[in-house]
């Protein structure tokens, strides 16, 4: 008689299939909510694509009824004739929809411009011919304009990444001690603390800055990157501890204990074998606190007024001005947008835990 | 190991720092950030709350005992403001939810690049509330707005305005607020379904083998193995999102600015209002403490589940 050995399967059965779930209804099912998923996400993503296009179109274009939403080369002349065709004959014809890609918006919102008079209008036109003119002094002539330099917005775009950077940088170094300790350490009254330092961030920004704003006045803090700095740091380190304090959780005790059996000190022990553990929660951490600091609006608004305001409420007061320049506003909105879409693809493992600050990490 | 490395060892464990000390060390500098950027600031304004001072008047702060609390407690467009917080977020909140969990549902099941699909409707979570606010008060301009057209509503005559609450303009009373929920719920729903998501493929499947053997029905299924399984998620979700809508202020700032009138003047926006154009600082503060107490009373009650989730 032959031995299981022989006749038994050379390959291991370990998984089960459910007859009910490769039934033709239930793949035809599995089928029709893919593209149900993929519609939705679609639709959603709508307002994002929308953004996207108008941070291109040429002032004209933006504000053209029916909403142009076609890139072509030429498109706004193409768009102004159909819709004299429409005028004239009543002939709808698909061009209405046509718009010319352009960098006018970004032109817009990273320059200062001047209009330029009728000789120098010429005098840039002669540059122009002989190819001196850069891409951007070009579009700006287009319109009868002339550059003068970066416009203030540059400067608030330089005072974001200052302020969030270094923020983030001190939030997560400190955030990481204190984590560490909470998470390694009995410390008396841990649950209360720890609470104490979230509940920091569940208040609303206008609740905490009418005493603040008072404070920094006083201390002179008020609309410098100092001021901001320090509180972007304050509310960062309660998502940077809660964060770190999970990741560090997850990292067995037993690894440091072998340590300082082996004459590490706790420091060592720390440096040497905790934080090459916690690199990819660090990383994680690092990136949500920048994206809050970067997007952080309300804050700002209030702190601030020039030197040290930020991106986001500058975007905001674009809309205030005479003449509302939408390409100018999307094409900023645009630079948000960009780098939020490549961290959430980056982070994906990790938005749960960023999210829900670390409590729920599956 | 040599002499040479013991002796090492224990010339470093002299300079060794106590465990105590370390603890110390690593926990003190962000209690004191937070004792000056948080608790004192706290302390200050509960003072203030009680004082009749304006923060541009060059008169030192006077005491007025609980008159602000009072003046606060009969103010009654305050309270009608409350309620637009209120309206606001029971609005969002209750619609993030069915939405949410909805897609959770959706994209339950895997299929190919399932996985870039849901990151993809995660997007607008990560975005900078105010910039949402903002793109979103394009989408829906009356006349060169994308929604519109998307709706088959290009008239201009009789198409709806909808962050001025008019149609055809007729006065609509709550279009705006509406278009604002609406607006917070595209944000995130996707918050919702995440948190849902992680609950559904936390549920072991030999539940639903189980429960398929004794045949069932699907309804059954999804009312006594689905849904009690993420219900402790969805709450969670509940908490944190109504914390979140309490505290809106970037997107309304962003879409209407609390207009048209005061039809979407939440309560975050209206305290801005009062404490840095009308400079009404104690009165101001008295109104942030009312909104501190409802909001600690319900982050307590999220703070109590998340650490079940922590431990459970």
């Known amino acids: 008689m032959a031995s299981f050995e022989e006749t038994g399967p050379r390959i291991p059965v370990v998984v089960s299939t459910r007859v009910d779930k490769i039934h033709p209804i239930s793949r035809l099912s599995r089928t029709i909510r893919a593209i149900a998923v993929v519609v939705v996400a679609l639709i959603l993503l709508l307002p994002v694509v929308a953004m996207g296009i108008t941070a291109f179109k040429s002032r004209n274009a933006v504000v053209s009824v029916p909403p142009s939403l076609i890139p072509v080369p030429n498109g706004d002349v193409l768009r102004v004739e159909a819709n004299e065709l429409k005028r004239d004959t009543g002939e709808i014809s698909i061009a209405r929809n046509f718009f010319a890609p352009t960098l006018e918006g970004f032109v817009f919102l990273l320059t200062e411009r001047a209009q330029a008079g009728p000789a120098r ?87 905490v800055t009418i005493p603040l704003f008072l404070m920094y006045r006083q201390l002179n803090l008020h609309d410098t990157h100092f001021g901001m700095i320090l509180l972007y740091t304050v509310f960062n380190l309660s998502l940077s501890v809660w964060l770190l304090k999970g990741f560090i959780d997850e990292i067995p005790k037993e690894y440091e204990e072998a340590a300082l059996v082996d004459g590490y000190s706790r420091l060592q022990a720390f440096v040497k074998v905790v934080l090459p553990q916690a690199v990819g929660g660090i990383a994680a951490t690092t990136v949500f606190c920048l994206i809050f600091a970067w997007n952080e609006y309300a804050f700002a608004l209030m702190l601030t007024s020039d030197t040290a305001r930020t991106a986001p409420p500058s975007i905001a007061t674009m809309l205030g001005r005479g003449g509302i320049e939408w390409s100018a506003i999307a094409a900023g909105s645009l630079g948000f947008l960009i780098p939020v879409v490549i961290v959430t693809f980056a982070l994906r493992k990790y938005l749960l835990r960023g999210v829900t600050f670390g409590a729920i990490r599956k | 190991m040599s002499s040479a490395n013991l002796t090492a060892s224990s010339g470093r464990r002299i300079n060794r720092l106590s ?194 053997i004794d045949r069932a029905s699907s309804w059954f299924q999804f009312r006594r193995i689905t849904l009690p399984q993420v219900a402790p998620l969805m709450l969670i979700a509940v908490l944190f999102r109504t914390i979140e809508a309490f505290k809106s202020f970037d997107l309304v700032m962003g879409m209407t600015g609390g207009g048209p009138g005061d039809q979407t003047e939440v309560i975050a926006v209206n305290l801005y209002r009062l404490a840095f154009t009308q400079w009404d600082t104690g009165f101001s503060s008295a109104v942030a403490y009312i909104i501190l107490i409802i909001i600690i009373a319900i982050s307590n009650l999220y703070i109590k589940y998340l650490n079940q989730m922590r431990d459970g």
């Open chain 1, 121 to 207: 209008a010429a005098e840039l036109r002669t540059q122009a011919q002989e190819g001196q003119l850069s891409i951007f002094d070009q579009i700006a002539l287009d319109n009868g304009q002339e550059i003068l330099g970066p416009s203030d917005y540059v400067a608030r775009l330089r005072n974001s990444l200052i302020i969030a950077g270094i923020s983030t940088i001190v939030s997560v170094v400190l955030g990481l001690f204190a984590a560490y300790a909470f998470s390694r350490f009995r410390i008396p009254g841990e649950s209360d603390l720890l609470f104490f330092i979230l509940s920091t961030r569940m208040l609303p920004p206008v609740v």
């Open chain 2, 19 to 212: 465990d105590r000390a370390i603890k110390n060390l690593f926990i003190w500098p962000t209690l004191i950030l937070l004792i000056v950027m948080n608790v004192f600031p706290l302390f200050y304004s509960l003072y203030l709350s009680f004082t009749d001072y304006s923060a541009i008047a060059r008169v030192a702060p006077r005491w007025i005992d609980f008159a602000n609390f009072v003046d606060v407690l009969n103010n009654e467009q305050l309270w009608r403001y409350f309620a637009t917080t209120g309206r606001f977020a029971f609005l969002s909140v209750g619609l993030q939810m069915v939405l949410g969990f909805g897609l959770a549902m959706l994209v339950r099941e895997k299929f190919a690049g399932s996985g870039i699909v849901t990151t993809l409707i995660l997007i607008p979570m990560m975005l900078s509330s105010v910039v949402v606010g903002l793109f979103w008060k394009l989408m829906y301009n009356p006349t060169f707005g994308y929604l519109n057209f998307l709706l088959g509503l290009s008239n201009p005559a009789t198409s709806p305005d909808w962050l001025a609450s008019r149609v055809a303009n007729i006065p609509v009373p709550g279009l705006a607020l509406w278009s604002v929920v609406f607006v917070d719920v595209w944000m995130w729903s996707p918050f919702v379904m995440l948190l849902a998501l992680s609950g559904l493929n936390a549920i072991p499947d030999y539940l639903y083998e189980a429960a398929a």
